[in-house]
């Protein structure tokens, strides 16, 4: 079993055709001869566009709809989001990359679930929505989490387990927050933050804030139980949740197929419309995060399906190669990587050159490595830490170390 | 590693320690052959055995046909076939339901959750349907054939939900037994006496030994008794229980108290539901003070109702009050762990003769 894609995205419009021609022809006027046409071209050479025509984009694939109508291939785009758009899911791949060597040196250590290849859904979903929308996701979260605003150096640290991490290193890889963007986190029990977001989804009705509530959840975690019960009560009560299965076909070592009877989770609502995107295309996920944002304020629940992959292993002890082959994985690689899609958009639209955009990457690095050396001097959370929120007060229990006098702390 | 190698074979070795209730394989002493095994492949063989013996028996759970992420069950769906060994869903609910109606027709299944820390979705089907069935139908039907395999405890790095000790909940549950082993040997008898033991059995694996403890397993199909504690190192000054990893703590603790002079009695209760009362009552009457230890927080562990059982039996011949040294009453902690767990430190300064006696809650 191989997961089906197609990809045939490089429809360019006849704008950037024309801007092709016009590189070209400069091009071949620069390498005619140098000492002349030095100074036209250096007349020429311009930086990253700061074009503000709209751009439109077409997604790679259509929608498939379940019970529901679904939106236009079309997506409108600038030339301010392409850009970030690159920018950002640049920074999240090479945070995840510098994450795996943090794991493999031990300063990161428990568990590390990383989320490089599957950008482009953090990444099109925020493009759709604000920040009063609310993201509640499993233990795959560290680029949701920088999608919501987080920094570089919240998350380094928290993945080394340091006090300034986002949750105070008491959480570590699989639990970040960060309420002012009313990101809920980061769950080690799958399944179970689904009915929490469905939760949420009511509290935002009920304070009739106009916000949703996008509750992820991957193909593994799809069967069980207490989604359908969610699922249930939304479309019961109207809720404005959002189901997004991040379905990148393997739930741990299981393939999709030896654990699902029915893959197509989009349509495991049943009663609840679903779409089903294609994961890799930026695009599409913010297309169909609009699209879901505006259904859910006004009919209640719906399911996105984003089709997407995963370069790593399921956790960094798992090497991804027992269960699927390395072609597979290099074959997604070449065909349908979010950030290379991007870059041939961004270069096809003549935003930018090769080498600005490979000096964006160089100040990339440069930004994780600075984020992971400041995360690297913070402190460890005092011992005391131990004991704080367990509860917020009324607990008495008091600890001592051996000799009776270190590591005494009385719960508030 | 070594001396923790040595420390499980020294248990065999020591002929003197084979007392009272330690019937491991006592006919089995001269012909039996032996082999080096660590824990997982001591269940791993104990699965095949099962498997092998019983043709209505069936093992299942997630990812459990490739070996399971323990490598408890290698080779089991090769040699039994998939309609025998088979993956099931993410869905520990579902799982444990499937198991209890496969049992209640008479056969044998033997569920793995992945992690203890997952058992919770499935808490409602062992505790309501499980540990009732046999009950509530007046013995018309039951689900003894069900044993529910857990990993169990701290692993060094595991965080909030893959280092969880969640026995206590289950010792609460009349109708089901609760069986944690402590060594490769045993897990193997054990876990062949759980799957064969005519109730539903939850039997928790310590992960931390996975690989780390080593012990000579004989080769053959053998059991150990259920609910039958065993004393591991006998003393005269104070008895210590425990169950699984945290016996290696203890015995450490064991080790630094006998170089000041308190001898101590070691004993493995093995079984948690129904737990042995008998050998631990007769332990403290020797020796008069007791210690319980387990790496679940110490509010409402299971060492709360092996205190309240023995004051209750032994109060005139206790020295002092029961001491019990067990994790914190946190959620358990990523970088915290150190402080969290119950080391030997901690076992040590509680067990301290010379000082005042008073209840130390660690």
């Given at each position: 079993y191989l997961p089906h894609w197609n990809w045939n995205c490089l429809t360019t419009d006849s704008q950037s055709e024309k801007s092709a021609v016009w590189i070209?022809?400069?091009?071949?006027?620069?390498?005619?001869?140098?000492?002349?046409?030095?100074?036209?071209?250096?007349?020429?050479?311009?930086?990253?566009?700061?074009?503000?025509?709209p751009i439109t984009i077409e997604t790679s694939l259509p929608f498939t709809a379940h019970l529901c109508d679904p939106p236009s291939r079309s997506v409108e785009s600038s030339t301010q989001e392409l850009l970030s758009f690159f920018r950002t899911m640049a920074l999240m791949r090479r945070m995840e990359i510098a994450a795996d060597s943090l794991y493999k040196a031990k300063l990161i250590r428990g568990f590390c679930h990383l989320y490089d290849g599957q950008e482009a859904v953090a990444i099109g979903m925020e493009a759709a929505i604000t920040k009063k929308d609310a993201i509640i996701t499993a233990y795959r979260d560290h680029c949701i989490f920088l999608g919501r605003g987080g920094s570089l150096y919240e998350v380094f640290a928290e993945l080394m387990g340091r006090q300034d991490g986002c949750s105070r290193g008491k959480g570590g890889s699989m639990h970040f927050y960060k309420k002012d963007s009313s990101f809920y986190g980061g769950h080690g029990i799958v399944g179970a933050?689904?009915?929490?977001?469905?939760?949420?989804?009511?509290?935002q009705k009920y304070s009739k804030e106009e916000a949703v509530t996008f509750a992820m959840y991957g193909d593994g975690a799809a069967n069980q139980g207490q989604l359908f019960e969610a699922l249930n009560i939304s479309a019961l009560w109207d809720l404005p949740s959002i189901l997004v299965?991040?379905?990148?076909?393997?739930?741990?070592?299981?393939?999709?197929?030896?654990?699902?009877?029915?893959?197509?989770?989009?349509?495991?609502?049943?009663?609840?419309p679903g779409l089903k995107v294609d994961g890799m295309d930026a695009f599409a996920v913010k297309q169909a995060c609009k699209f879901a944002k505006e259904h859910a304020l006004k009919n209640g629940p719906i399911i996105l399906e984003m089709d997407t992959y995963r370069y790593h292993g399921h956790s960094m002890s798992d090497p991804g190669s027992t269960y699927r082959t390395r072609d597979e994985i290099s074959g997604v690689r070449q065909e349908r990587d979010p950030i290379e899609r991007i870059k041939k958009l961004v270069l096809s639209h003549d935003l930018a050159t090769e080498k600005e955009l490979k000096d964006m990457e160089k100040e990339i690095r440069k930004e994780v490595d600075d984020a992971i050396a400041k995360a690297k001097d913070c402190p460890m959370p005092e011992p005391s830490e131990l004991f704080t929120n367990v509860y917020v007060k009324g607990f008495g229990?008091?600890?001592?170390?051996?000799?009776r006098k270190e590591v005494k702390a009385a719960l508030p | 590693m070594a001396s923790l190698l040595s420390r499980f074979c020294r248990k065999l070795a020591l002929p003197g320690s084979a007392?009272?209730?330690?019937?491991?394989?006592t006919t089995a002493c001269g012909s039996e052959t032996v082999k080096s095994l660590n824990l997982y492949s001591a269940i791993n063989q104990a699965l095949h055995i099962a498997l092998e013996t019983d043709p209505r028996s069936y093992v299942f759970g997630e990812d459990v046909g490739f070996g399971g992420v323990f490598r408890c069950t290698t080779g089991l769906a090769e040699r039994f076939g998939k309609n025998r060994v088979f993956n099931t869903p993410l869905c520990e609910q579902g799982i444990v339901g499937f198991g209890i109606g496969l049992a209640a027709m008479g056969n044998r299944a033997v569920v793995e959750i992945q992690v203890a820390d997952y058992i919770y979705p499935a808490f409602d089907q062992i505790v309501n349907e499980a540990a009732k069935f046999r009950y509530r139908s007046g013995n018309q039907f039951n689900c003894g054939g069900l044993t529910i395999r857990a990993p169990y405890g701290a692993v060094g790095h595991g965080g909030h939900y893959h280092s969880q000790s969640p026995e206590a909940f289950f010792c609460h549950v009349p109708g089901i037994k609760v069986v944690i082993p402590r060594s490769p040997r045993e897990a193997k008898g054990l876990l062949l006496s759980s799957i064969r033991d005519p109730n539903p059995v939850v039997f928790f694996e310590p992960k931390w030994l996975y690989r780390q403890a080593v012990e000579e397993v004989p080769e053959h199909d053998y059991m150990i008794p259920l609910s039958q504690a065993e004393i591991i190192r006998e003393g005269s000054d104070i008895t210590l229980v425990g169950w699984g990893a945290q016996l290696t703590v203890m015995e450490q603790a064991c080790l630094d108290a006998e170089k000041e002079?308190?001898?101590?009695?070691?004993?493995?209760?093995?079984?948690?539901?129904?737990?042995?009362?008998?050998?631990?009552e007769a332990s403290v009457k020797k020796t008069g003070r007791l210690l319980i230890s387990h790496e679940a927080p110490i509010t409402g562990g299971f060492g709360a109702e092996i205190s309240a059982t023995i004051l209750e039996r032994c109060f005139l011949k206790l020295e002092a009050p029961v001491s019990r040294v067990c994790g914190l009453d946190t959620p358990f902690p990523l970088v915290f762990e150190p402080f969290y767990m119950p080391t030997k430190n901690k076992a040590s300064s509680s067990s301290s003769l010379s000082s005042p006696s008073k209840t130390h809650i660690f």
């Open positions: 070209m022809a400069l091009s071949r006027l620069s390498s005619r001869s140098n000492i002349i046409s030095r100074p036209l071209s250096a007349a020429f050479r311009r930086s990253i566009s700061t074009d503000t025509t933050q689904v009915p929490l977001g469905c939760g949420i989804a009511f509290a299965c991040e379905n990148n076909h393997y739930g741990m070592g299981t393939a999709e197929w030896r654990a699902a009877k029915s893959p197509s989770y989009y349509k495991r609502g049943d009663y609840v229990t008091e600890s001592f170390g051996a000799d | 007392h009272g209730s330690r019937m491991t394989s002079g308190i001898s101590c009695e070691l004993i493995d209760l093995k079984t948690l539901l129904p737990w042995d009362k008998e050998t631990v």
